[in-house]
């Protein structure tokens, strides 16, 4: 195994896109087959917009920001909404299965970078769920 293996340009992966045109790139074990029980994602959110509410299927979050300010939310198991604001250098955590979101604060893009404690995180994006309800409910 060559030094190489233990190194990832996260810049470089293939950026994919998030409801909203937030821009990821994707360190998971497709990106990085050495990865084990982990993966990142470098978050960039526009000013003035938001990385819709979500939630994990198989794993918690962190989140730290690297540059601007975000306000970020949670709803916790007895359906509470839970603010605070996340500014640069500092990190939050959201708990597997717990839906939350991050709104911009800052006049210029933010950039985050996401770890979960998994290899491969599934994620369920709330607005794609409310959207397949209506159709079925019509």
Same mark, same amino acid.
Request: glycine share 8%; hydrophobic share 40%; aromatic share 8%.
């Given at each position: 195994?060559?030094?190489?293996?233990?190194?990832?340009?996260?810049?470089?992966?293939?950026?994919?896109?998030?409801?909203?045109?937030?821009?990821?790139?994707?360190?998971?074990?497709?990106?990085?087959?050495?990865?084990?029980?982990?993966?990142?994602?470098?978050?960039?959110?526009? +000013?003035?917009?938001?990385?819709?509410?979500?939630?994990?299927?198989?794993?918690?979050?962190?989140?730290?920001?690297?540059?601007?300010?975000?306000? +970020?939310?949670?709803?916790?198991?007895?359906?509470?909404?839970?603010?605070?604001?996340?500014?640069?250098?500092?990190?939050?955590?959201?708990?597997?299965?717990?839906?939350?979101?991050?709104?911009?604060?800052?006049?210029?893009?933010?950039?985050?970078?996401?770890?979960?404690?998994?290899?491969?995180?599934?994620?369920?994006?709330?607005?794609?769920?409310?959207?397949?309800?209506?159709?079925?409910?019509?």
């Amino acid at each position: 195994m060559s030094a190489s293996n233990f190194a990832l340009r996260l810049g470089d992966v293939r950026e994919s896109l998030l409801p909203g045109n937030i821009a990821t790139h994707k360190g998971s074990k497709m990106a990085w087959p050495i990865l084990s029980g982990m993966s990142l994602v470098l978050l960039e959110i526009p +000013a003035e917009s938001s990385r819709s509410p979500h939630y994990h299927l198989n794993t918690g979050e962190v989140v730290l920001v690297a540059n601007g300010s975000v306000r +970020a939310g949670l709803v916790d198991t007895n359906g509470h909404i839970h603010e605070f604001d996340l500014n640069e250098g500092d990190c939050g955590f959201f708990p597997g299965g717990w839906i939350h979101w991050l709104q911009n604060t800052h006049k210029k893009s933010a950039r985050l970078y996401v770890f979960h404690s998994h290899e491969q995180p599934v994620t369920v994006e709330v607005s794609k769920v409310l959207h397949d309800l209506e159709r079925v409910s019509h």
